[in-house]
C-alpha cells in the first residue's frame, strides 16, 4: 500500500440517511429540501415555457416581417391608382359620342384602349406633343 491512512474517504462526510423519514435529519431540514426541489421544477417548467415563448416571438418576428413587406407593396399599388383613374378619365374624355347609339346595346361605348409609354421617354413626347398643339392652334 501506499503512505496513505487506510481509514476510510467518506467517514468525515455525512451518510445520507436510508430511511424515507430522514433519521438524523430534522423535519425542518427535510421540509426546505423538498420546497427546493419542488423550486427547481418549477424554475425548470418556466425554462421550458420561456424557451416555447421564444421560439413563438420569432415566428411571429418573421411574420410581421413579411406583413409589413406586404404594405408596403399595397401602399405602393394604391399611390398609383390616382394616374390610373385619371388616365382612364382622360382616354373616357376623348371617346367620340356616336350620334345615335342602336337600341340593342345597353352598355355604354367603353373609353380607348390605353396604352403603357415607358417613362424614360415621356420629356420627348409631352415635347412633341406641345409642338403638336400649338402648330393645331395656329
Sequence with gaps: MSGFPSRPLASHMRQPSLSGSGGGQSPALVARVN?????????????????AVATQMEALEQKLATLSDGTEAIA???????NVLRAINM??????????????????PLPQTLVR??????????AHAEGAAEGESR
Excluded: F
Excluded at 420546497?35 to 424557451?51: N, W
Design 91 to 108: 382616354a373616357s374624355a376623348k371617346l367620340p359620342k356616336p350620334a345615335v347609339q342602336p337600341e340593342d346595346t345597353e352598355e355604354p
Design 35 to 51: 420546497e427546493k426541489k419542488a423550486e427547481l421544477e418549477s424554475l425548470k417548467e418556466l425554462r421550458d415555457l420561456s424557451a
Design 117 to 126: 409609354i415607358p417613362t424614360e421617354h415621356a420629356p420627348a413626347l409631352q
Design 76 to 82: 405602393l399599388v394604391l399611390s398609383n391608382w390616382h
